[in-house]
């Protein structure tokens, strides 16, 4: 009965405008990163790399497509939360808003489990719009400007990237990326829970994640004790898969935060909707 009722939850999602808006934003968005770098690359890398130019020299393709996948990628993780909470904050709320959250009591099936079919209905929603990014960003930035080794430019300086090395770490860094969208995900999906209409959810996943980020990035020390175990601190973890060394311990602590996060918020979800008057 879950994987019907999942099922349903994902024909759902496939009937309503919204979630195309989020795939159709992600592709205009990426699209236009590609002219851009068409029209302008060149004078893009020439300011990176100009600070290096007196001490080292560039052979080969620096503009190339792993570049430029790595470029897209930095730019637009940030920006893929909100179209991911579109769709599941709306998953819960929307039902009530419409008023067919009554319907979902008559069906043969616990309300534990409506819950865990909406969630992992946004999961695989979460997941297609992580692997429409890496397809995008990967094979068609390749397709259009060829493949070649990675110039990084991180905190330790810059580091060059063989190509040989580079498809598990692209892969992985999908990996930890999908994880840290399928936290926002699970987060909208909690708030939608509490909520009567679509905005809220939204509204309120965005601004959890501001808040979250410019904590984060406040030097201030009374903050100090939270921010390694702020989801949004690890949203950006698989940039350190393109580090040398590669920072195992850190992002096997990326990844379990994410997780616990992911785990309690769908606790606070079975909850609190397990407890919700959805009858009167």
């Not at 995900?185 to 939608?192: E, G």
Request: charged content about 10%.
């Amino acid at each position: 009965m879950l994987w019907k009722n999942t099922i349903n939850e994902l024909l759902k999602i496939a009937t309503k405008i919204r979630s195309y808006i989020g795939i159709g934003a992600l592709t205009l968005l990426i699209i236009i990163v590609l002219f851009a770098m068409i029209a302008d690359g060149k004078s893009y890398i020439g300011f990176v790399t100009a600070s290096f130019e007196q001490t080292l020299s560039f052979n080969g393709k620096i503009l190339n497509g792993n570049l430029i996948a790595f470029i897209i990628m930095q730019m637009l993780i940030v920006h893929v939360p909100l179209l991911i909470s579109l769709v599941t904050g709306d998953l819960l709320s929307g039902e009530e808003a419409a008023g067919t959250i009554r319907m979902l009591a008559t069906k043969p099936i616990s309300r534990t489990g409506i819950v865990l079919s909406k969630w992992i209905a946004a999961t695989i929603y979460t997941l297609i719009m992580t692997v429409w990014l890496g397809f995008l960003s990967l094979f068609v930035a390749k397709w259009m400007f060829g493949t070649g080794d990675l110039i990084v430019l991180n905190s330790n300086g810059l580091l060059i990237i063989p190509e040989a090395d580079l498809a598990w770490r692209f892969g992985l860094a999908l990996l930890i990326a999908f994880l840290a969208l399928w936290t926002v995900a699970t987060l909208s999906l909690a708030f939608s829970a509490f909520a009567k209409n679509s905005v809220g959810p939204i509204v309120s996943t965005m601004s959890v994640i501001i808040l979250f980020t410019i904590i984060g990035t406040l030097d201030v020390s009374v903050f100090d004790s939270i921010k390694p175990y702020m989801f949004t601190t690890h949203m950006a973890a698989w940039r350190s898969v393109f580090e040398d060394p590669y920072p195992t311990s850190a992002i096997w602590e990326s990844v379990l935060i994410l997780v616990a996060h992911i785990a309690v918020l769908l606790g606070i979800t079975l909850f609190r909707f397990n407890k919700k008057d959805i009858t009167s």
